[in-house]
């Protein structure tokens, strides 16, 4: 796969992983303690693809692994929250899987591009 083509298919998984952490989000219960950590989570699962997808537009090698890092720090976060969400018992453990296992998948996808840098 070429590069181009692999860089549009992962902006599209993750526009699609933060469609989902928005949906996810939007179950959580409401209540004081549950709308932080949904505004903690809803902010790094989205900002991921968003630090991608400016990567890819980036003006230099230094600007490209720094948003690469972002996006691998933000995946990073990410999984954090989803744990705190799944030990409160907030979403359905099955469905958070999904959602955590794709987080998982992304950090190592990030990590390996930063690690190649």
């Known amino acids: 796969m070429e590069n181009k083509e692999f860089a549009k298919k992962l902006e599209l998984r993750t526009r699609q992983f933060a469609i989902s952490i928005i949906k996810m989000s939007a179950s959580l219960p409401k209540s004081a303690e ?8 809803t902010k790094s699962g ?3 693809g968003a630090n991608y997808r400016e990567a890819n537009r ?23 929250w989803l744990e705190i969400i799944l030990e409160l ?4 453990p099955n469905h958070l899987y ?9 950090l190592a996808i990030f990590t390996s591009i930063s690690n190649k840098l």
């Not at 018992?89 to 359905?92: A, L």
């Not at 999904?98 to 992304?106: G, V």
Request: net charge positive.
């Open 34 to 41: 549950s709308l932080v950590i949904r505004n903690q989570v």
């Open 46 to 48: 989205t900002s991921i």
């Open 58 to 80: 980036s003006r230099s090698k230094k600007d490209f692994k720094n948003k690469i890092k972002i996006s691998e720090s933000e995946a990073s976060e990410t999984i954090y």
């Open 89 to 92: 018992n907030w979403i359905e």
């Open 98 to 106: 999904e959602i955590m296992k794709e987080s998982k998948e992304l």
